[in-house]
């Protein structure tokens, strides 16, 4: 075990439980069993339909969450960022994973294996009740994005996405525009939209003043 270990399971679990206290010895005994994996840009982690072999969390980097129809087919389902914890539902279940995991860019992921994960849920009071509530928030999220996909109107599913991406976004230049690195074609993705309907709404919000669009990706004024 390395400090940095410690510090990236310390981080993921900040992240995404503020209010959980992590006891010193719990962390470093459960760090013990974590490790850090690099992946080049185009690696997977874990395929769909799969085994997912540990609880991940992103430390630096980008990964993407993606669905493979049955033609081959590839749709981008979530955009994986730094402190995002992923493969939560697979590993805690033993069911096959329900997408790809696919590194966007050079990244480097902590690997919560299952003796850790099994420390974090027997010794660390309240992780239990805090992971319950990140699967129902994420199960609640699913369902919001089902109804978009089949209800909502263009403009509603691609902010959607876009909020999503926006993630990731670099910090705010000095007039509060932010940039993201995503393509038409990943929008479209993203919110089961054609790209050709995602290409319009773009123009329609670009004409509103709303957005810029460059080469490689978007720019967004915080709001």
């Given amino acids: ?16 439980f503020p209010d959980l206290h992590l006891p010193p010895r719990q962390a470093r005994l459960a760090a013990d069993a974590c490790r850090l994996r690099r992946l080049n840009r185009g690696a997977t982690l874990f395929a769909q339909a799969g085994t997912t072999p540990a609880l991940f969390a992103v430390v630096s980097g980008e990964l993407e969450a993606r669905f493979i129809a049955p033609d081959g087919g590839a749709s981008v389902i979530e955009l994986i960022t730094p402190g995002s ?34 420390r974090l849920m027997d010794e660390v009071p309240g992780f239990a009740r805090a992971l319950l509530k990140e699967l129902a928030s994420r199960h609640s999220n699913t369902l919001q994005l089902l109804e978009l996909a089949r209800h909502q109107p263009a403009d509603t599913r691609l902010a959607s996405a876009l909020s999503r991406v926006m993630l ?12 993201a690195k995503v393509t038409q074609s990943e929008l479209a993705a993203l919110s089961g939209l ?21 080469y490689g990706g978007i720019w967004l004024r915080d709001s």
């Fill in 1 to 16: 075990m390395t400090a940095s270990v410690e510090e990236a399971l310390r981080h993921a679990l900040a992240f995404n």
């Fill in 194 to 214: 054609s790209r050709q309907t995602v290409n319009e709404v773009l123009a329609k919000w670009a004409a509103a003043g709303k957005l810029r669009t460059q």
């Fill in 168 to 179: 990731s976004a670099s910090k705010a230049d000095k007039q509060g525009w932010r940039f």
């Fill in 85 to 118: 914890l992923f493969g939560l539902a697979s590993f805690a279940s033993g069911s096959p994973s329900t997408y790809e995991a696919v590194a966007r860019k050079s990244s480097q992921v902590l690997s919560i294996e299952r003796a850790a994960y099994d």
